[in-house]
């Protein structure tokens, strides 16, 4: 009786101390996958950039995308993230462009993952007709693409 005591005391201590996995801190190479919806013509091709993830020891991790301003959290649950909405905000002249994005996957190991992206776009502004001619679009558009990243440093 006592072995079994001390032996939950022990997996306690050990559970609360962190995570059961984390992925490697760095800089990931994003590539994108299928695209399995996409109104989007050639913007979504700035939805597909590198990332900083640091993995925060406890259950979430913060990434920060090369082409946007600011950090969002994500959930880790095993090897498996979600990522809230959030929203990036872009400028092309007179447009103001508000992007939506959502993420999901599982980590196949410290240095690789896979998942979904999923992105709502908004134009707000004089040039919204002019962009949404060059880039093929059609506001408001949406995006959802598989995608693989792995840590490159």
Same mark, same amino acid.
């Given at each position: 009786?006592?072995r @079994?005591v001390l032996?939950?005391?022990?997996?306690? +201590? @050990?559970?609360?101390?962190?995570p !059961? &996995?984390?992925p %490697?801190d760095g800089?990931w190479a994003?590539?994108?996958?299928? #695209?399995? !919806?996409?109104s989007?013509?050639? *913007? /979504?091709g700035?939805?597909? $950039?590198d &990332?900083?993830l640091?993995?925060?020891?406890?259950?979430t *991790?913060?990434?920060?995308?090369?082409?946007?301003n600011?950090?969002f959290?994500c959930d880790?649950?095993?090897?498996?993230?979600?990522? =809230? !909405?959030?929203?990036v %905000?872009?400028? $092309?002249?007179?447009?103001? +462009?508000?992007i939506?994005?959502r &993420?999901?996957?599982?980590? $196949?190991s410290? /240095?690789?993952?896979?998942? #979904? #992206?999923?992105?709502?776009?908004?134009c707000?502004g004089?040039?919204?007709?002019? +962009?949404a001619?060059l880039? #093929?679009?059609?506001? =408001?558009?949406a @995006?959802?693409?598989?995608?693989?990243?792995? +840590? @490159?440093?």
């Amino acid at each position: 009786m006592v072995r @079994v005591v001390l032996l939950s005391s022990s997996l306690a +201590l @050990v559970s609360a101390c962190g995570p !059961e &996995f984390e992925p %490697r801190d760095g800089h990931w190479a994003f590539a994108e996958g299928q #695209r399995l !919806e996409d109104s989007c013509g050639l *913007i /979504t091709g700035m939805l597909a $950039s590198d &990332f900083s993830l640091v993995a925060n020891g406890d259950g979430t *991790i913060t990434l920060d995308a090369d082409n946007t301003n600011g950090s969002f959290e994500c959930d880790l649950s095993g090897k498996e993230f979600e990522c =809230p !909405e959030h929203q990036v %905000r872009a400028m $092309s002249g007179e447009a103001k +462009l508000d992007i939506w994005l959502r &993420f999901s996957g599982t980590f $196949s190991s410290e /240095t690789e993952a896979s998942g #979904r #992206r999923d992105a709502e776009v908004t134009c707000d502004g004089a040039e919204c007709a002019g +962009l949404a001619a060059l880039a #093929r679009a059609k506001f =408001p558009c949406a @995006v959802a693409m598989e995608f693989t990243a792995s +840590l @490159v440093q």
